[in-house]
Nanobody, 117 residues
Framework: QVQVVESGGGLVQAGGSLRLSCAAS????????MGWYRQAPGKQRELVAH???????NYADSVKGRFTISRDDAKNTVYLQMNSLKPEDTAVYYC???????????WGQGTQVTVSS
């Protein structure tokens, strides 16, 4: 059993910052890729950012320069620092964890981020 739990969402004014955290626990040998996705009302879930076990990162064009993803492998935790937030960043943010050696994916329950104008 693997559990993935996000935290850190909330309501913030445009231009503000939030930091999301996601902790994985349970039967984990090691973690390959960790990522953040988001889904706004009426839209499909989209990749925000992901980070590999080697530390390589990838970001959606819409968040480049504003968001930073990082991970702490000792804590099986991934973070998303979100700066200069915009109303269009409003969405439910989901954490995804891909485990070694199975490459099986696990999702968190999501955390709401609301950015007011």
């Amino acid at each position: 059993q693997v559990q993935v739990v996000e935290s850190g969402g909330g309501l913030v004014q445009a231009g503000g910052s939030l930091r999301l955290s996601c902790a994985a626990s349970g039967s984990i040998l090691s973690i390959a890729t960790m990522g953040w996705y988001r889904q706004a009302p009426g839209k499909q879930r989209e990749l925000v950012a992901h980070i590999t076990s080697g530390g390589s990162t990838n970001y959606a064009d819409s968040v480049k320069g504003r968001f930073t993803i990082s991970r702490d492998d000792a804590k099986n935790t991934v973070y998303l620092q979100m700066n200069s937030l915009k109303p269009e960043d409003t969405a439910v943010y989901y954490c995804n964890v891909q485990l070694n050696p199975s490459y099986r994916n696990y999702w968190g329950q999501g955390t709401q981020v609301t950015v007011s104008s």
